[in-house]
Each structure stands twice: as structure tokens, then as C-alpha cells.
């Protein structure tokens, strides 16, 4: 057995007394973060690498938009665009949006279960390390002759194959990477979630963030490996003479779609569910009241995850499938409207005759919910097949997912940061300067996103370059939203900053009617959780 | 005098403040339809109603279910004094908003169930007319099956109105140099495939959008109602100039189209000729390099630049470049037939044998190549001749 496990074992065999606690905080310098197994330490790597990635796709969306300002090419030529649209989303999804989460995990879980860590720590370390070599991989591909991946985020063939640049083998590589850390860090969840849960917590009463993650986690390991069979085959059919999507060589590119959605679905769960965990504890905090229907949420989430592995094809409806598939893919959409329904009415329901506060969490929480819901109805409408042939691959489409990923996902996890922020710093964060944050977010991100609905309505394809005068001045409103939106963030950074330097002493629980195993903790929670596990009843 | 003045005041300040209001709707009102069109087949307006029928339905649940919320966040605040309820289950209520969800789902689902059904086109239902669109890097070529009619249809808007060098047209990127037509009254198919990457053709006004997939042919029908011009674009990301890939429908009544077509046939045939008699005189070289700049500035410049020099890594230059300067042969072989795996089109079919000859011609004398060679029609002719 290493050395570092057994001294971290001792307490819990009772043997702490002879134990010199001083060696037990983290080591000082770089290297503490390096080589760290804490999974406070990782989780607050997974955050601030998460962060920064959000700014650096942020700034590419600040390109698209200032091309996107005014008709006509004026800052970038169209290559460029599309290399910016397709790093933006790659960034997001496999940068931001998902290491958050695995972030929050690391912190959380442990927490809220009485675990003491991560089950594997030292894997918890590599999961983590390999991700900023995935993206300086995936960012200096931009620097290359030809340019950066320049195919979408979906990197749909042939045009990601036959006729993309060489940067497509550091794409490839760098995806390949971006699996194997999610994988790992989705073992570790369900290892932890498995073995390491305190005396007397049952699965039914671990908080719906567990239940979400663990949920997420399988997904995680049932589609990583789909995702890294169809990077492998785009790798082979570029650069090794395969035709798996080649129709010339007996291959099919829809047959790429069909590989690519059935990760791909599952993946836009994967970066919901842990957000429907987060709501779950927040409102009913502010709210003073216990969540409305807890089994049923966890019925209602481990059935959207069911349903997300059999509704692939709904991004597909214009491939040219037979009528039977479109309409069993189009039955098997609509049909997540009804757990997802039964998610909003019982966080609805949780709030009914509370005794309700708006802090900043709060009103997080609240934005998702609202927000959410729309960007929930605008996918009830795109499943709808005949419709769903007009609104395909329009900007009502990047409306809907922004929706379900800006103001759901991210909003979601900025409300888990400002909750937990005094958990993990041990100070209040300056309830001003993150009111300011929120309703500079809320009004900004509605004018980003909203009117990209009537931009698609209109007829305006995603993923251009430039367009037709009659979409000028919805784009410019777009824009200004869209640069407001980038700019509000910075707020959050300085709130991040100034709660990690000082404030308000925070107390164990600082809100008044949170509940939950991490609340029993000291505020900044101890370098060691729980050496001896609490007693849940 | 004083009277007409102060009547023109009153006329200045009633525009004045009309102009104001109407600058302030102007933002949001100027031209752009705020909602899906109408159309003008069958199937857009059935897909138009199933549109505002759902969008009426999640409206009605977003006020009952927002109202709700905010009657709760309003009227339970704690600093109202609300106290809270230590209710958290209720089987009852949870069964019943889980069944009436699903009854509302079944109710739009009959509807957009019928629709599809009826659209659906599995290649037997007569169609009078058959087109084939096939997308390519980055224009639309129509054939009229049947018929010795085909054309390629390219973007129209010039290069220097995007660049911004020139005030931008009514049709800013919705404009084609040959527009697709097509009769009223008549069932159409579509039958649809690519040469490279996948495209997706889009008319909104018919609710037609298809994919285009290479080495695959997808079918669709529609039948237009009214005579007009319709626009649409690309809605595939097909690569670089996936923005500027439109496409525009001229609808005639039937009569019109049969007359247009018949004309279409006569001027094919006439071309026909007019290119055996090419084949036995020669074009001057100032008449080559004149008809070839222009070819280039349309076909070649999207990648290989106006300049002549490419974007390194992604498409190669010309100038000075070893097919430009090397033997002539090579070079027509690479217009003519494309380069497999790249984004080098065949040539062969979409341009005539001069547009081919003056082509090569300027591109092998264009930005100090200055080889001094001028490729005839007839070169290419031999060309074919021999290699095949």
C-alpha cells in the first residue's frame, strides 16, 4: 500500500492519537496543486480551469458576434468564422460546461455523502491533469497551416474527413483525451457514490445532486466510448485510407450523424442532469421548505436518461430518414417533455407556500427555472418533425440550446458557486456585487438569446458568416447582448476573487434553511472531510 | 406666404414626430418577418398552423406555470411573514400532472403525425416534373430529368458588396446568376445528392428542406400555389462558403414553364453547335484572357483568391505554382476532372470547353506566370478525347 494512503487511513482505524496532525494540511507551492489527491483541491482546479475555459470560448463567441454586428465580412474571413464556431462549442461543451460540473462533484459528493474523499484519488488527479494538455492540444491546432478544426462541433462527415485540414489529427488526439479525463472523473463519482456513503445513507436519502451525478455518470461511461469510436473512424477515413463514411467506398456520412447523435444526445443530458441535482438543493433552501416529490425527481431523472439513448435521430429529421423512424424518433422526443414536466412542477411546487428569501443563489435558481422552461418549450416545438423541417439547423436552434445551456446549465452552476462559495472559502461573497452580476447576466443573456428565435423564424441559417440586410438589426441587438453577456462575467471573477481574499466570516450554515451533511461541516470546510463518518439517520 | 409656412411647420413636426416613433420601431420592425412564413404550398401552411398551435399550447402552460411561481415568490416571501408549509408529496397531484402532460402530447403529436404522413414522399406518388439538385462547394446544380436542361446556380451578389467596397442590393446574398424555375400547379420532386459534403437545400416558403448526401439521393415533394420569386440558402454547414450558397426558385405558371423550358432545350442545342464550331478556329489570346478572368472571378477566386495565392494549408495557390507552370496537360487534367479528396471540383461538366480553354489560359499567365501558353477549346476537346 502507498505510503500516503496508510497515513490517511490512520484516523479512521482510531489510531489518530498518535498521529501529528500539522503533516496533514496540503503541501505549499505549484506542487501542492500538481501532485494534490484532496478532492477539494481538484474540484477547485476543475473550477478554475473551467473558468478561464469559459472566457477563452467566450472571447471566440465574441468574435462570432462582432462578424455577426453588421452585414458583410468586415474582421474575419469566413475559414476563420467556422474555425471559431467549431472551437466555441468544443470549448463549452467539453471545457466548460462539463468540468463545472465535475468540479462541483469533487467538492460535493464527498461532502454530502460523509466520505472523507474521492474513492480514487490518485486517478482524480490524472483526470484532471490530462484536460489542460486536451486543450492546449485542441488551441494551438488553431495556429497551424490551414487553420484549427473548422467543421462544426458535430464535425459531421465528409466535411470533417475528406475534406479538412491536418489539424483534424490534433482534434482527434485531443477528443480522445477530453474521454478519457471524463471517464475517469465518471468512475470516481460512481465508486465514491457506491462505496463511500456514511452509515445509515441509503440511496433514497442521499440529495438529489448525488442521485443527479450518479445518474450522469453512467450516461458518461455508456456514450465516452461512442464518442471516441466515431473521433477514431474520422481519424482513419482522413488519414489511414478507411471509408466508414465514405460512399464512394462503400461507407455512409449519415451513418457518421447516427454515431455521432447517439453520443451526442445523451451528452446534452450529461450536462443537465447535474444541474436539475443543484436546483434541487437550492430552492427549496431559500424556499424553507423540503423538495416537493424527491422519488419522484429521481424516477423523472434516471427516465430522461433512459429516454436520452432512443431520441438520437431527432437531430437527423432532414437526413432523409423513412417515415417510421421520423416518427418514432419524434413520439420518443416528445415524450421527455413529461418527466422534465414533472421536474419543473414539483421545484414549482417546493416553492408554493414557502417562506421565500431571493439571495443571489436564489435568484440563480429562479432565472434557471423560468428560462429553462422556455428553452424546454422551444424543444418541445423542434420535436415536433414537420416543424422541426423549418426550424432545422436555423437560429432558432442555437436559441434553444443556449436556452438549455447558458441559462440553464451555466446559470445553474453559477447559483451552485455562490451557494456553496462560503462552504469553500469561508467567507461571504459581497451580496451587491453579485446582485449586480445577476441582473447584468439575466437581462443581457435574454437579449443574446431571445430574439435569435425570430432571427430563425425569419429564415436565417446557423453558422454563417454573413447574411441578408433584413437580419441587420436583430443581429446588432444580438450582438450588444452578446458582448454585455462577456463582460458581466468579469463581475463574477471579481466576486470569486474578493470572497477568496477576505469578507465576512462565514458560518458552518450560512443560509437558514439549507439541509444537508456539508452544512455540518466547518466553513472553510477542513483539508480532511469527515475522518470519521457522521451518522445519518 | 406666412400661411403655407406655418402649415409646412405643422406637416414637418407631425413627420418629425412620426419619424421618431417609427426610428424607435424601426429596430425590430424594419422588413423582418418575426414569425415562420406562411408559405405557399400545402404542407408549409399545415406545418405553419402546427407551429402556432404548439406555440400557443407552451404559451398557456408558461403563464399558468410562471403564474403560479410568481403568485408563490409574491405572496410567500418571508419578509411577507409567510411561514412554510411542511408539505413535500402528494402522489395524487404528481399521477395527475404526469397523465395531463401526456394527454397533451398525444393531442399535438395527432396532428404533426397526419402532416408528416401526408408529406411523406417514398417515391410513389406521381410527380409531373422531376429536378435533380445536387449540391457542390458552394452552388446548386439543377437537371431537369428528362430533358437536356441542367445549369449550375451561383451566388450573384459581387464579392466587392461583401467585402464592403460597393453598397449592398435589395438580395444581399440571395441573389443567383440562374435561378431554379419551376411551374405552379404541378407536383414536383426533388431528388437530391451532393458531390462532396453534405448540403442541405432550403426554400422556407415551400417548408422543403433536404439534405443533400453525397453518394445518396434523398427524395421530397411539394406543389407551389402562387407564381413568385422564393428564397432560401444552404442550411448544411458545407465548409468556408457555407453562408454564401443560396438558393432562388422562380415559380411560373404552367403554360410559362412549358414555353421557358422549350426555349431552355433550344438553347442548349444552339450551344451545342456553337461549341462544334469552336472546336475548329482559334480564340486570340487578349479574348482568352479577358473571358478566362471572368470564369476565374467566379468559379476559382472563392478558394484559390483573387490574387491568385490561395490560403496556405487549406487551399494552394496559383501563382507560381507548379500546376500553373508546368506541363498543360496536368493542368487541364485538374480542371477538367477535380482532384479526389480535396475540395478541387471537377470542372468538366459545369463550364464549356472556351470557358475551360480561357481559364487555364489566364491562369497560366496571370500574376507574373507569364508561360506566354494559350489553351484553345480544342486542346480541351482532344483532352477529353484522349483520356477517355
Redesign the interface.
Known amino acids: 500500500m502507498h505510503a500516503t494512503r496508510e497515513i490517511d487511513a490512520a484516523p479512521d482505524m482510531g489510531v489518530e492519537q498518535h498521529h501529528d496532525h500539522a503533516h496533514h494540511g496540503p503541501a505549499s507551492g505549484l506542487m501542492r496543486w500538481v501532485t494534490t489527491t484532496n478532492h477539494k483541491d481538484i474540484g477547485t482546479l476543475y473550477l478554475w480551469f473551467a473558468f478561464i475555459m469559459f472566457l477563452v470560448g467566450g472571447a471566440m463567441a465574441m468574435v462570432i458576434r462582432a462578424e455577426l454586428f453588421q452585414p458583410g465580412l468586415q474582421l474575419v474571413d469566413p475559414h476563420f468564422f467556422n474555425q471559431m464556431t467549431t472551437v466555441h462549442g468544443l470549448i463549452m461543451v467539453f471545457g466548460a460546461v462539463m468540468p463545472a460540473f465535475t468540479g462541483l462533484a469533487n467538492w460535493l459528493v464527498p461532502m454530502m455523502i460523509g466520505a472523507p474523499d474521492m474513492a480514487l484519488p490518485r486517478m482524480n488527479n490524472w483526470s484532471f491533469w490530462i484536460l489542460p494538455f486536451a486543450f492546449l492540444i485542441l488551441l494551438s491546432s488553431l495556429f497551424m497551416e490551414g487553420g484549427g478544426p473548422a467543421f462544426g462541433w458535430t464535425f459531421y462527415a465528409p466535411l470533417s474527413t475528406t475534406y479538412s485540414g491536418d489539424s483534424t489529427a490534433l482534434f482527434v488526439f485531443s477528443v480522445h483525451i477530453m474521454g478519457m479525463s471524463s471517464i475517469m472523473g465518471a468512475i470516481n463519482v460512481i465508486v465514491t457514490i457506491f462505496n463511500l456513503r456514511a452509515p445509515g445513507m441509503t440511496m433514497m436519502k442521499m440529495p438529489l445532486f448525488v442521485w443527479t451525478w450518479l445518474i450522469t455518470a453512467f450516461l458518461l461511461i455508456a456514450v465516452m466510448p461512442v464518442l471516441a469510436g466515431a473521433v477514431t473512424m474520422v481519424l482513419t477515413d482522413k488519414f489511414f485510407g478507411t471509408d466508414f463514411f465514405n460512399a464512394a467506398g462503400g461507407g455512409d456520412p449519415v451513418l457518421f450523424q447516427h454515431i455521432f447523435w447517439f453520443f451526442g444526445h445523451p451528452e446534452v443530458y450529461i450536462m443537465i442532469l447535474p444541474s436539475f441535482g443543484i436546483i434541487s438543493a437550492i430552492l427549496p433552501t431559500f424556499a424553507r421548505k423540503k423538495l416537493f416529490g424527491y422519488s419522484s425527481m429521481v424516477y423523472a431523472t434516471a427516465s430522461i436518461a433512459g429516454l436520452s439513448f432512443i431520441v438520437w435521430a431527432h437531430h437527423m429529421f432532414t437526413t432523409g430518414m423513412p417515415l417510421f423512424g421520423e416518427l418514432f424518433f419524434m413520439y420518443c422526443t416528445m415524450l421527455i417533455a413529461v418527466p422534465t414536466g414533472v421536474k419543473v412542477f414539483n421545484w414549482v411546487a417546493t416553492l408554493w407556500r414557502g417562506s421565500i428569501t431571493f439571495e443571489v443563489p436564489m435568484l440563480f435558481a429562479l432565472a434557471f427555472l423560468v428560462l429553462f422552461t422556455i428553452g424546454g418549450f422551444s424543444g418541445l416545438m423542434l420535436a415536433i418533425t414537420p416543424a422541426d423541417f423549418q426550424y432545422h439547423d436555423t437560429y432558432f436552434v442555437v436559441a434553444h440550446f443556449h436556452y438549455v445551456l447558458v441559462t440553464g446549465a451555466i446559470f445553474s452552476i453559477m447559483a451552485a458557486a455562490y451557494y456553496w462559495l462560503p462552504k469553500w472559502t469561508g467567507h461571504m461573497f459581497d451580496e451587491g456585487l453579485a446582485k449586480l452580476h445577476f441582473w447584468c447576466s439575466l437581462i443581457s443573456v435574454n437579449l443574446l438569446f431571445f430574439p435569435m428565435h425570430f432571427l430563425g423564424l425569419a429564415g436565417m441559417p446557423r453558422r454563417i458568416p454573413d447574411y441578408a440586410l433584413q437580419f441587420a438589426d436583430v443581429n446588432k441587438l444580438v450582438s450588444i447582448g452578446g458582448f454585455a453577456f462577456g463582460l458581466s462575467q468579469l463581475i463574477f471573477l471579481a466576486v470569486v476573487i474578493k470572497c477568496i481574499r477576505g469578507g465576512e466570516k462565514a458560518p458552518a450554515k450560512p443560509w437558514e434553511g439549507a439541509e444537508g451533511l456539508e452544512w455540518t461541516l466547518p466553513s472553510p470546510a477542513p483539508y480532511h472531510t469527515f475522518e470519521t463518518p457522521p451518522e445519518v439517520k | 406666404m406666412s400661411r403655407r409656412s406655418t402649415l409646412s411647420n405643422r406637416r414637418w413636426r407631425a413627420g418629425g414626430i412620426l419619424g421618431v416613433l417609427s426610428a424607435m420601431a424601426?429596430?425590430?420592425a424594419?422588413?423582418?418577418?418575426?414569425?415562420?412564413?406562411r408559405g405557399v404550398t400545402e404542407?408549409s401552411r399545415?406545418?405553419h398552423d402546427?407551429?402556432m398551435i404548439?406555440?400557443w399550447i407552451?404559451c398557456i402552460?408558461?403563464v399558468l406555470?410562471?403564474g403560479?411561481?410568481f403568485y408563490?415568490?409574491i405572496r410567500?416571501?418571508?419578509?411577507k411573514g409567510?411561514?412554510?408549509?411542511?408539505?413535500?408529496?402528494?402522489t395524487k397531484?404528481?399521477i395527475v400532472?404526469?397523465l395531463i402532460?401526456?394527454a397533451i402530447?398525444i393531442g399535438?403529436?395527432i396532428p404533426?403525425?397526419q402532416?408528416?404522413?401526408n408529406?411523406?414522399d417514398?417515391g410513389s406518388k406521381p410527380a409531373d416534373l422531376t429536378v435533380q439538385v445536387t449540391g457542390s462547394?458552394w452552388k446548386w446544380h439543377y437537371k431537369y430529368l428528362g430533358t437536356d436542361v441542367e445549369y449550375y446556380s451561383l451566388l450573384a451578389t459581387p464579392r466587392d458588396?461583401?467585402?464592403?467596397k460597393l453598397n449592398?442590393g435589395?438580395?444581399?446574398?440571395?441573389e443567383v446568376d440562374r435561378p431554379l424555375v419551376l411551374p405552379t400547379d404541378r407536383n414536383v420532386r426533388f431528388v437530391i445528392t451532393s458531390e462532396?459534403?453534405?448540403h442541405?437545400w432550403?426554400v422556407?416558403a415551400f417548408?422543403?428542406?433536404?439534405?443533400a448526401?453525397?453518394?445518396?439521393i434523398?427524395?421530397v415533394q411539394t406543389r407551389i400555389d402562387e407564381p413568385g420569386i422564393y428564397r432560401?440558402?444552404?442550411?448544411?454547414?458545407?465548409?468556408?462558403?457555407?453562408?454564401?450558397m443560396p438558393v432562388v426558385v422562380i415559380a411560373k405558371a404552367p403554360n410559362e414553364f412549358d414555353a421557358w423550358l422549350e426555349g431552355e432545350q433550344q438553347k442548349v442545342a444552339l450551344a451545342k453547335a456553337e461549341e462544334e464550331k469552336l472546336l475548329a478556329m482559334n480564340m486570340g489570346f487578349d479574348e482568352l484572357m479577358a473571358e478566362g478572368e471572368k470564369v476565374y472571378q467566379t468559379y476559382c477566386a472563392a478558394c484559390h483568391q483573387p490574387n491568385g495565392e490561395g490560403?496556405?494549408?487549406?487551399f494552394p495557390g496559383l501563382k507560381g505554382s507548379a500546376i500553373a507552370l508546368g506541363e498543360v496537360n496536368a493542368h487541364i487534367d485538374i480542371v477538367v476532372n477535380g482532384k479526389a479528396?480535396?475540395?478541387m471540383q471537377a470542372f468538366g461538366k459545369q463550364l464549356t470547353l472556351a470557358q475551360q480553354a480561357a481559364v487555364i489560359t489566364y491562369e497560366r499567365n496571370a500574376w507574373g506566370n507569364d508561360t506566354g501558353d494559350a489553351v484553345q477549346p480544342s486542346d480541351i476537346h482532344n483532352f477529353l478525347n484522349g483520356a477517355q
Not at chain 2, 161 to 164: L, N, R, S, T, Y
Not at chain 2, 207 to 211: E, I, L, P, Q, R
Not at chain 2, 213 to 216: E, K, Q, T, V
Not at chain 2, 232 to 244: P, S, Y
Open positions: 424601426a429596430p425590430l424594419s422588413a423582418m418577418p418575426l414569425n415562420m412564413t404542407f399545415e406545418v402546427l407551429h404548439i406555440f407552451c402552460i408558461g406555470v410562471f403560479v411561481m408563490a415568490l410567500h416571501r418571508k419578509s409567510a411561514k412554510p408549509a411542511d408539505f413535500h408529496e402528494s397531484v404528481e400532472w404526469t402532460p401526456f402530447l399535438m403529436a404533426a403525425t402532416a408528416l404522413v408529406s411523406d417514398d462547394q458588396q461583401i467585402a464592403g449592398k435589395d438580395n444581399y446574398l440571395l462532396d459534403v453534405i442541405s432550403w422556407p417548408a422543403v428542406k433536404k439534405d448526401n453525397p453518394g445518396f434523398n427524395q432560401g440558402q444552404c442550411a448544411e454547414l458545407c465548409g468556408k462558403d457555407h453562408g454564401f490560403l496556405p494549408g487549406v479528396g480535396t475540395a
